[in-house]
């Protein structure tokens, strides 16, 4: 019955590891690698107990209970937000993403722990409908991107434990717009992909036994897309497809996670995260065999800091239930904002709750998220300028993950 058992988890992941390239992401910057850990707010770096930590503080894997522990799901998000365009109200189109994740841990040794895991770090999805205002600075545009992340930890002592892992990221970056009828008019297409190389440490370290520190660092990425852009448009000239190479560098994050566990039927954890977003300063694209001259958009976005705490309250060995608060800043400075992500400061409230049995884990968890409005935002095309605004920003989620120890 366990290696049937097994065998089934394994053949999940592996469903999961196949869908991952192709299923779309929402938002930029993704913390939805486990959905125990979406409950608490994502606060899963000093108190995870779970195959997801891979993601979250590699370290955790020594404390893991069972030599080999299987942990995957999917977690559905579908952000919307109101776009005001001269103060002509439109509205990005509703989607809904899924966001899957897998995770795998085998205990070598009383002190090595190894481990792989797949989930998206990065991801964008933003689509207008054809006829709206600001259809020449974007119409749908789609990041995807998955980490496929093998990782090692090493148990220094019974209160310490360190890790390291090496990350390949694969992605792909689409986007659409229109040609400003001023410009002769016409459509552009663009679409390219890459697969990049970063890496990430973990620490853990029990200062008591109630008490837990987990610190976590992911590198940053150097992104180098390369595809096609196709261009239909009046100006005869430039019509047709050409080579396009897309160039951006995506941030470095750092974690400090506080945990407590004052008795046995509650954890509470504190993260901080802070991510060098200044790295992503701004997007070039580069086209060749076309007369489409090339482009580069600014971002110059600044570091930010999300703050999140989460609890978990186990009312019996089986049945646990949790709660999260997460406080988001942006990167995007005003005079910067775009509508390819019309956001600002969020917050977001999640709840979740777990189901354990025999070697079983079932976790179910949702989240709410709130984006502060902006306004008074100006923005042209190279050829005409707009007044916008964004109000009512909001995204929902709800996602289940399943694991198995052995």
């Not at 992500?341 to 977001?348: E, F, G, H, S, T």
């Amino acid at each position: 019955m366990k290696r049937a058992s097994a065998c089934f988890v394994f053949s999940f992941l592996v469903c999961l590891l196949a869908t991952a390239s192709v299923v779309q992401a929402g938002g930029f910057a993704l913390y939805e690698w486990g959905n125990r850990a979406l409950g608490m707010g994502t606060a899963n770096y000093a108190t995870g107990n779970d195959a997801s930590v891979i993601a979250y503080n590699p370290a955790l894997m020594s404390k893991l209970k069972g030599t080999t522990n299987v942990y995957g799901g999917v977690t559905a998000v579908s952000p919307n937000s109101d776009v005001y365009i001269d103060g002509q109200k439109s509205q990005t189109q509703n989607q809904v993403f899924g966001v899957p994740h897998g995770f795998v841990t085998r205990k070598l040794n009383d002190d090595w722990t190894v481990g792989v895991g797949v989930f998206t770090r990065f991801g964008l999805g933003t689509n207008y409908n054809n006829s709206w205002a600001g259809r020449t600075l974007i119409k749908d545009a789609l990041l995807e991107t998955f980490s496929f992340n093998p990782s090692v930890s090493y148990k220094v002592n019974d209160s310490l434990s360190v890790a390291g892992g090496v990350e390949v990221i694969k992605g792909s970056f689409v986007l659409h717009k229109d040609i400003n009828a001023l410009a002769g008019g016409g459509h552009v297409a663009t679409d390219v992909s890459d697969t990049s190389l970063a890496f990430n440490l973990g620490l853990a370290y029990d200062i008591t036994d109630m008490l837990s520190l987990g610190l976590s660092y992911r590198s940053p990425v150097h992104f180098e897309g390369r595809g096609h852009v196709d261009v239909d448009g009046s100006v005869a000239p430039i019509n047709g497809r050409g080579r396009a190479v897309m160039t951006a560098d995506f941030p470095a994050s750092y974690t400090v996670g506080l945990g407590l566990t004052p008795t046995d039927k509650l954890t509470v954890e504190f993260d901080v995260v802070y991510t060098q977003w200044e790295q992503f300063d701004r997007i070039e694209f580069d086209f060749s065999d076309t007369l489409l001259p090339d482009d580069n958009e600014d971002f110059n976005y600044k570091s930010t800091w999300r703050f999140q705490l989460g609890a978990e309250y186990r009312f019996t060995d089986a049945f646990a239930m949790r709660a999260g608060y997460v406080y988001d800043q942006t990167p995007i400075r005003h005079e910067y904002a775009s509508p390819l992500l019309p956001a600002n400061d969020r917050q977001m409230f999640t709840l979740g709750a777990g189901y354990k049995w025999d070697s079983w884990t079932f976790d179910a968890s949702a989240m709410y998220i709130i984006t502060k409005e902006r306004t008074g935002l100006t923005m042209d095309d190279d050829v005409q300028t707009y007044d916008v605004d964004f109000k009512d920003g909001r995204t929902w989620g709800i996602g289940t993950s399943i694991g198995y120890s052995f």
